[in-house]
T-cell receptor, first 114, second 116 residues
Framework: GDSVTQMEGPVTLSEEAFLTINCTYT??????LFWYVQYPGEGLQLLLK?????DKGSNKGFEATYRKETTSFHLEKGSVQVSDSAVYFC?????????????FGQGTTLQVKP | EAGVVQSPRYKIIEKKQPVAFWCNPI?????LYWYLQNLGQGPELLIR????????DSQLPKDRFSAERLKGVDSTLKIQPAELGDSAVYLC??????????????FGPGTRLTVL
């Protein structure tokens, strides 16, 4: 079935370090891909998205590129801040049949230390 | 503009008791979702509404779970009776409408349920 796999956390980095959180997916169709972020005590927020192969989503210094050949959507940021500490979820949504249904990975906790 | 509102934020009950969660979506959002999030896991869809109609409830355990969305606005998710394994966070989300699978979903803060 359709699924998303993320690298296990927690990921602990020092401020200004480079961040990569790996995400790979399995899907029967042509999904849209998303990164959501969950700050402590808050609901999930959409961070960025890509709807077709080779698209790059970006927001708040974060980037992810939809790689169909490797079925991946890795999240990157060049210089993390303490305020980026949160749980990050990779997700996919199928374009037909289950439109709007999000399938999430298990989440990756990021801890950024000053 | 107010986001998705959920209540209560926390609920502790004894097993076999009933419990209900309430969600008020963003004004004008036709699509409403209930997700279940177990500790250390990503959310999993329980049910999706398009206006008043439940269009995807395949993952809802219908022996003990029920949901309704009267008038196509607010929604209630109920568990009766609750079991220990139901302890989790119940998330509500809404969107303008599922178009092309890339429609953004806005999430509420969730209700954390503890069953003792």
């Amino acid at each position: 079935g359709d699924s998303v796999t993320q690298m296990e956390g927690p990921v602990t980095l020092s401020e200004e370090a480079f961040l990569t959180i790996n995400c790979t997916y399995t899907a029967t169709g042509y999904p849209s891909l998303f990164w959501y972020v969950q700050y402590p005590g808050e609901g999930l927020q959409l961070l960025l998205k890509a709807t077709k192969a080779d698209d790059k989503g970006s927001n708040k210094g974060f980037e992810a590129t939809y790689r169909k050949e490797t079925t991946s959507f890795h999240l990157e940021k060049g210089s993390v801040q303490v305020s980026d500490s949160a749980v990050y979820f990779c997700a996919l949504s199928l374009l037909s049949g289950n439109t709007g249904k999000l399938i999430f990975g298990q989440g990756t906790t990021l801890q950024v230390k000053p | 503009e107010a986001g998705v509102v959920q209540s209560p934020r926390y609920k502790i009950i004894e097993k076999k008791q009933p419990v209900a969660f309430w969600c008020n979506p963003i004004s004008g959002h036709n699509t409403l979702y209930w997700y279940l999030q177990n500790l250390g896991q990503g959310p999993e869809l329980l049910i999706r509404y398009e206006n008043e109609e439940a269009v995807d409830d395949s993952q809802l355990p219908k022996d003990r779970f029920s949901a309704e969305r009267l008038k196509g606005v607010d929604s209630t998710l109920k568990i009766q009776p609750a079991e220990l394994g139901d302890s989790a966070v119940y998330l509500c989300a809404s969107s303008l409408g599922a178009v092309g699978g890339s429609e953004e979903q806005f999430f509420g803060p969730g209700t954390r349920l503890t069953v003792l």
